[in-house]
Structures are given as structure tokens and as C-alpha cells.
């Protein structure tokens, strides 16, 4: 019984903590928002290699499960919904643990679009379930066009499931685009965030 119960803790420790947040733990997050059972922070972490790198944490109750929350996640018609602020958004299923997902960003001008490919894989562990993803070089919904593409994001969606509610967590690390002013992008990217999110409870909340 006790090297079950061990082995359940270590790999709940696996699947909520990545080398960065373990690495950077003494780094405290700043909390930019906070309302209706919401949290936005944020933080600078230095990845491998000494990269400077900006950590968004987005938390927030969600009064539904983890199969439902998952299900939003990958649908492509809900994702619409939910993402807001996006031009465009696609999601490819590959399998039952495994989806791709697509979105066009819009910024203001003079800025242009940038599009980002995620690849996602989804892990349990009791009560927790984690979607870890990684941006990915892919033509599949961009074939023949011209935008630019992010890259090097990685984060993690962490659903921890209660009696009536789940705690819905989401993690994104992403190296500045030295193109993009960090006084144009703060603002759009904390606003934007803010709403979408919220939109995302609605939609999972009014299944």
C-alpha cells in the first residue's frame, strides 16, 4: 500500500513540475490580475542557455471535470468559441491522448499576424490530469501562405478535479519576439489572455 501510495505522489510531482518550475522555484510569480476565482501572474525565468524567458500563470475554478474540460480543449468549433481573439483556430486529433492545434493572432497595426502550431499530449494520475504543450513546425493550415510562424513556446494545462469543481491551471513560456515592443505586447497579451480565459470557463461551464 505504501509503495503505491509513493509511487502515486512521485508521479503527481512528474506531471505537475517541469525542469523550469522546479529550477525556478524561488522565483515568485507577480500577480498582475486577480477576480471571480481568477489569477493572472507572471514571472521572468532564465531557460538553458541563460534565455531570458517570460512565465504567464493563468488560475481559476472551472465547476466541471476533467473530461468536459479536455473536451473543450480539443473540439475546433468550441475553440472558436472560446479563443476569442484569435483570427483563425484548427485542432487535428491524433489520438485519444494526443491533438494539434492551430491559431492566427491578430495585433494591431503597424504589427502583423503570427500563427503558432502547438502539439499537445495529455497525462493522469488520480485526480490530476495535465496536457503538456510545445510549439512545432507544421504547413497543415498555413500551406502557401504568408505569416509568420512562433516558435518556442512550451506550457502545460494542470486540471485538478474536486467533488464539484476542478482547479484549472495554465502555464506558458514563451521567448520574447524582439520584433514585437514589450510595451505593445504586455498590454495585448494581458487583456487578451484575461478574456479569453474567461470565455474558456463560460464555454466549459455552459455544456
Same mark, same amino acid.
Given at each position: 500500500?505504501?509503495? %503505491? ?13 517541469? +525542469? ?48 468536459? #474540460? ?20 484548427? %485542432? ?10 492551430? %491559431? ?5 497595426? +503597424? ?19 495535465? %496536457? ?16 509568420? #510562424?512562433?516558435?518556442? #513556446? ?21 521567448? +520574447? ?10 498590454? #495585448? ?19
Amino acid at each position: 500500500m505504501l509503495i %503505491v501510495f509513493t509511487v502515486s505522489l512521485l508521479l503527481r510531482w512528474l506531471l505537475f513540475n517541469s +525542469p523550469e518550475s522546479t529550477k525556478n522555484e524561488e522565483e515568485t510569480f507577480s500577480i498582475i490580475k486577480k477576480e471571480k476565482q481568477m489569477e493572472l501572474a507572471e514571472r521572468w525565468i532564465h531557460l538553458d542557455g541563460n534565455i531570458s524567458s517570460r512565465e504567464i500563470r493563468m488560475v481559476m475554478m472551472v465547476s466541471a471535470g476533467h473530461s468536459r #474540460i479536455l473536451e473543450v480543449l480539443r473540439d475546433e468549433e468550441k475553440g472558436k468559441q472560446w479563443n476569442i481573439n484569435a483570427k483563425r483556430f484548427h %485542432v487535428e486529433n491524433k489520438d485519444a491522448l494526443s491533438w494539434l492545434s492551430f %491559431v492566427e493572432y491578430q495585433f494591431p497595426f +503597424p504589427l502583423s499576424n503570427r500563427g503558432c502550431y502547438l502539439n499537445h499530449q495529455a497525462q493522469f494520475a488520480g485526480n490530476l490530469t495535465v %496536457v503538456r504543450f510545445t510549439s512545432g513546425e507544421s504547413d497543415l493550415f498555413t500551406k502557401g501562405q504568408k505569416l509568420d #510562424i512562433i516558435n518556442g #513556446i512550451q506550457g502545460k494545462w494542470v486540471i485538478e478535479e474536486f467533488d464539484d469543481f476542478s482547479r484549472l491551471s495554465y502555464h506558458v513560456i514563451s521567448v +520574447p519576439d524582439r520584433s514585437l515592443p514589450k510595451w505593445v505586447v504586455d498590454p #495585448i497579451v494581458r487583456k487578451n489572455l484575461w478574456a479569453t480565459m474567461e470565455r474558456l470557463k463560460t464555454t466549459i461551464e455552459s455544456i
